[in-house]
């Protein structure tokens, strides 16, 4: 499906590395429903076909809609990116109204798990937060920190695990 929306390799690779990173969380958090992460996980990024802006979570859930997937998908899709984002994010990038932040655990999942992949690479989520920091938005790595918690306490350990359990580059199968 990604190739066929037009996604570059990198792009597809980068998005079965967060399947990876997503496989690892789903096996300790038994109440998340599995394939629609690992779905999710998987088209998070088709948006990138058309788009490599932060509109891209918008144009891949309609691109998702689109295809006749289910809504579930669709919005985890719009609300992967960083831990979401709020109101003022909303407007200060000029993204179509409507609420960006994961509600469902399957939407909290897929987002951390873009957090914890930076490019191919599978990273501890200070990563993610220091990136947006940098960028000045705090309050997007106040919302990633809260959000690594949440889910690490649901996990039963810190995720920063991850990248020791699969490895930093996990063995993903690419055509």
Do not use: Q
């Not at 998070?44 to 998702?64: E, F, L, P, Q």
């Not at 689109?66 to 899709?77: A, K, R």
């Not at 909290?108 to 940098?134: F, M, P, Q, T, Y």
């Amino acid at each position: 499906m990604l190739y066929d929306a037009g996604c570059k390799k990198r792009v597809v690779i980068h998005c079965c590395t967060v399947k990876a990173v997503a496989e690892e969380m789903v096996r300790n958090i038994k109440a998340a429903d599995g394939r629609l992460v690992l779905a999710g996980a998987l088209l998070h990024d088709i948006g990138r076909s058309v788009d490599n802006s932060i509109m891209h979570a918008t144009v891949g859930s309609d691109i998702v809609r689109g295809l006749g997937l289910p809504s579930e998908l669709s919005e985890i899709v719009r609300k992967h990116t960083g831990a979401g984002l709020d109101a003022d994010d909303v407007r200060d990038f000029g993204l179509p109204s409507g609420d960006y932040i994961p509600r469902t655990l399957e939407e909290k999942i897929v987002a951390h798990a873009d957090n914890l992949v930076s490019d191919d690479r599978v990273v501890g989520h200070v990563h993610s937060v220091e990136k947006l920091r940098a960028k000045g938005a705090v309050r997007g790595a106040e919302r990633v920190e809260k959000l690594h918690w949440e889910l690490s306490s649901l996990y039963g350990m810190d995720l920063d695990v991850i990248p020791e359990i699969i490895g930093e580059r996990p063995r993903i199968a690419v055509s």
